[in-house]
């Protein structure tokens, strides 16, 4: 290598670093979260889509390196200021160019968008927050969430977490995408079709807001991409799975067959299962699920994917649920989907916090995390921890949480691998799973289960503690296993 390759080849990756420095800075000096035991990402060659690897070879520099290097950072220095930087690592707010697709208020429904330039791979996230399904519980909604139902008092600027980062060690995989985080402003669970009227007193536009957001962004580099992950957590998981099918045959309709659409399902894989107790149907959270989405779908105008709807014809509603919807299809989807998830454990009426949960509720709760790997083992693509927890992948922690010694960053990089192999005719990668399940039975027998707090007190519990505050009989379990109980405490800590 001649010595201009190689310093140009330091320079490269000076400037990189130079980045990843003026982004914490100017993030007001946050630094990431101490990590388990993850190792520092790497970025090869051989990933296709993303940061080159530049072999050096110092031999001619050798004697007088640090002489070298620090002539070679004061020049990067003087190509890359900060400041430059400074306005590049938010996203920021665009409305639609459409105008009669709006948020529930009638006021502009939007995105915010960070550009990367040069990348081709494009990320849009449809945020989560429940919904409303009748006039009465949508009043209240605006009264008291009145952002997810209106645009007027959203800011100019965003910042990304987790998978939306654009810092390297938070987002090891994602973190050079182009970014764009669609506020939720529909309360339909991204379903709806339907105008303002004076009936409704309400617009429901989610389906439409996302087709909007795809056409504005093919002006802005999408109709370069070579691939376009929709995400979403919660009710934007959901979303996920009823829009992922409609947004590839958007682009396909309008030409762009070369972009390939997946997408990833974030905590919206509900069950459509029977409460633990019932109660009067008044909100989102108090009603069952199924009766829920069978009023909603009405009052939105909720579209549903076509291969779906005619399955279900005349109970469309249970396109909403995620083992019924999945089937139908057709694009790339990775669920990700905690065993435990607490906005299922609300609306099937599991308290978790104040007195130990009784032993019909535990049971019920087990109950879940079975019925929860039954509908999942025919989903060839997914990560689900043993955790009680909901939303992960707009998380800093994200990083952290493991299933069988493998992060969801490095599940999320396995599984765009094997698409790309399988496109190609290669045999997909070994040591690379993307099917990742805990089997242990209980909430957060996993030990690397984001921390659990007790919400009226907000101290942190450990592992033990949070099993004998739902009113596990570890002494019981002990007896039952045939253990001493000191050894059955050993396993529980370690997560065994």
């Avoid at 990367?116 to 989560?128: H, Q, T, Y």
């Avoid at 599984?415 to 190609?424: F, G």
């Amino acid at each position: 290598m001649t010595a201009i390759r190689m310093v140009s080849s330091v320079l490269v990756l000076v400037l990189m670093q130079s980045g990843a420095l003026c982004a914490r800075r100017f993030r007001g000096g946050r630094n990431p979260q101490p990590r388990r035991s993850s190792p520092p990402p790497t970025y090869r060659a051989d990933r296709g889509d993303t940061t080159e690897s530049f072999p050096l070879d110092f031999t001619a520099v050798e004697e007088n390196m640090d002489n070298f290097m620090t002539q070679v950072k004061n020049l990067a220095q003087s190509l890359y200021p900060c400041s430059a930087q400074r306005l590049d690592h938010d996203m920021k707010l665009n409305f639609l160019e459409n105008t009669s697709v709006t948020c529930n208020d009638g006021s502009p429904a939007g995105y915010y968008l960070k550009e990367s330039r040069g990348s081709r791979r494009w990320l849009i996230f449809l945020e989560g927050g429940w919904y409303c399904f009748n006039k009465e519980n949508c009043d209240s909604r605006y009264e008291t969430m009145r952002r997810l139902m209106s645009s007027s008092k959203w800011p100019q600027t965003k910042t990304g977490t987790g998978i939306l980062s654009p810092l390297p060690e938070e987002n090891p995989h994602w973190w050079n995408a182009n970014m764009v985080f669609i506020p939720y402003c529909s309360s339909d669970v991204w379903s709806g079709s339907i105008a303002k009227t004076e009936q409704s007193g309400y617009a429901f536009m989610g389906s439409l807001i996302i087709q909007e957001v795809v056409k504005d962004l093919l002006n802005k580099g999408l109709d370069n991409a070579k691939v376009l992950l929709l995400a979403g957590s919660s009710a934007g998981g959901t979303g996920v799975l009823l829009n992922v099918d409609h947004v590839a045959e958007l682009l396909e309709g309008l030409g762009h067959t070369g972009i390939q659409v997946r997408g990833l399902s974030d905590s919206g894989w509900f069950l459509d299962n029977k409460q633990y107790h019932c109660t009067d149907c008044v909100d989102a959270v108090s009603c069952a699920p199924t009766e829920t989405i069978k009023r909603g779908i009405k009052y939105w105008g909720g579209v549903v994917p076509e291969r779906c709807r005619q399955t279900h014809e005349g109970e469309e509603w249970n396109c909403f649920f995620g083992y019924r919807v999945f089937p139908s299809i057709k694009s790339p989807v990775f669920v990700v989907q905690w065993l435990f998830d607490e906005a299922q454990l609300t609306v099937d009426n599991i308290q978790l916090t104040g007195q130990p949960v009784q032993e019909g509720q535990w049971r019920y709760i087990q109950n879940l995390g079975i019925e929860l790997r039954n509908t999942l083992k025919d989903v060839p693509a997914m990560f689900a921890p043993a955790c009680l927890s909901h939303e992960v992948i707009t998380r800093n922690y994200w990083i952290d949480v493991q299933v069988k010694g493998t992060s969801l960053p490095r599940a999320l990089h396995c599984w765009d691998r094997s698409l790309n192999d399988n496109r190609n005719n290669k045999a997909p990668p070994k040591g690379c799973p993307v099917h990742l399940i805990d089997s242990c039975p209980w909430p957060h027998c996993n030990p690397t289960c984001p921390t659990i707090r007790d919400q009226f007190t907000g101290q942190e519990m450990n592992v033990i503690q949070f099993l004998m505050h739902m009113g596990f009989d570890v002494q019981k379990m002990a007896q039952q296993q045939g253990m001493d109980p000191s050894k059955l405490l050993g396993m529980l800590s370690s997560g065994s």
